[in-house]
């Protein structure tokens, strides 16, 4: 039979359960006689009810008993212990699983893909991860910057320029993404283009990229004016100027702006830029002077026409730079004709005298003439 107590398997003949050490329900087959016999003992037990039934005494375990049970219960503790923390590890290792993937596939993730990638020189596998970044976030200048790299890597300038000018075509306020494009052309060497982009660039956000503007140098006199005597010309500007004046393209190793420039007779071409501390050159600024002195009239010429009995002097007054020629046969008078150096000796009988004026520069006055008669007696 069983305990009803703990379920333990117990001999027939045993009061108490050797286990729990609770009494033992028995119920056996039904006999009338047996019925009798209980009835008599009911009648003892009730003489007797406070006389409790004796118990087995309990069984005193030896050391070495006591020492393997308590290993037992360590090594149940130990094994629930482990199985707890297999469980937690195996819920980390989801956790952090997960974690790492979505990182992984994150617009930081790929952006950190791209960067170790850009760090290893693999430029052509690093277009993936950055052009991953930008379909997941656009707006960001971080995958446009490392994108640009890997173009640079490969020397493929082009592509990072397209790439930067649709990018501001799509967000024109985008002040980000303007730092990274102006910082490209920094980097690549190519500063000249910066003004360019900024002449076209929305006037509201200027104001934040203050720092890559270099404004074009100021000019003190107004442009393609003629002027008739030499002029001073002032260049103004908060950066250094640099310019021309041979109408080549001025860059930091053309002439530096350090005074007023003098201009002189003829066409004057001044082109100049101003650098800011960046490095970055303004637009040009283009203006054309020219300088014409009047050109003198006839020049004057003694004595005046007509006839004359006594030897004459002819002369002539010549300015300050002009050279005077002349001729005695009514011919046209030019730089070929014979050059006036002095008065000059009236011939004898009708001479027709005719003088002019020429310039360095080659520009001649008008024609005087002269009809002279020289009779002597």
């Known amino acids: 039979m069983k305990c009803n107590n703990c379920g333990h398997e117990v ?18 087959d039904y006999n009338p006689l047996e019925d009798v016999l209980a009835a008599q003992i009911k009648v003892g037990i009730n003489d007797n009810e406070d006389m409790e039934p004796p118990r087995p005494p309990k069984r005193e375990l030896s050391d070495r008993e006591k020492r393997r049970r308590m ?18 590890g195996v819920i980390l290792a989801l956790i952090i699983g997960t974690i790492i993937f979505l990182y992984q596939n994150s617009y930081a993730g790929q952006i950190g893909k791209g960067n170790r990638l850009l760090k290893e020189q693999e430029y052509k596998k690093a277009e993936e991860p950055f052009r991953n970044a930008l379909s997941k976030n656009d707006t960001k200048n971080s995958a446009y910057i490392g994108l640009s790299k890997a173009y640079i890597g490969q020397n493929d300038l082009g592509s990072a320029e397209k790439m930067f000018e649709d990018a501001i075509l799509k967000y024109p306020q985008n002040v ?34 203050k720092q890559y ?14 002027f008739d005597e030499v002029q001073e010309l ?30 002189h007779e003829g066409q004057n071409i001044i082109r100049a830029i101003s650098v800011n501390p960046k490095g970055i050159p303004s637009l040009e600024v283009k203006k054309v002077y020219t300088i014409e002195f009047p050109v003198q009239d006839a020049p004057a010429v003694v004595p005046s026409t007509g006839q004359y009995d006594v030897d004459m002097m002819i002369e002539v007054t010549v300015p300050e730079g002009y050279t005077a020629y002349y001729t005695t046969d009514n011919t046209m008078p ?14 004898e009988g009708n001479t027709l005298f005719s003088v002019i004026l ?20």
């Open 11 to 28: 001999k027939n003949t045993l009061l108490y359960c050797p286990v729990c050490n609770e009494p033992v329900q028995i119920v056996p």
């Open 71 to 88: 290993e037992i219960r360590r090594a149940q503790r130990r094994k629930r212990k482990l199985t707890v923390l297999s469980i937690i």
């Open 176 to 209: 980000p993404i303007y730092e990274a494009f102006l910082d490209f052309y920094l980097d690549t060497k190519q500063e000249e283009k910066i003004s360019e982009l900024l002449e076209k660039c929305d006037p509201e956000i200027l104001s934040d990229l």
């Open 213 to 226: 503007i270099s404004e074009r140098p100021v000019f003190s006199l107004a442009e393609d004016a003629i």
């Open 234 to 263: 002032s260049l103004k500007s908060d950066y250094d100027i640099y310019y021309t004046t041979d109408d080549t393209k001025p860059t930091t190793s053309s002439l530096k702006y350090k005074e007023p420039l003098l201009l």
């Open 334 to 347: 030019s730089a070929a004709s014979k050059k006036y150096n002095g008065p000059i000796a009236m011939p």
């Open 358 to 377: 020429i310039d360095a520069r080659g520009r001649l006055s008008n024609v005087t003439k002269r009809n002279y008669e020289l009779i002597k007696e």
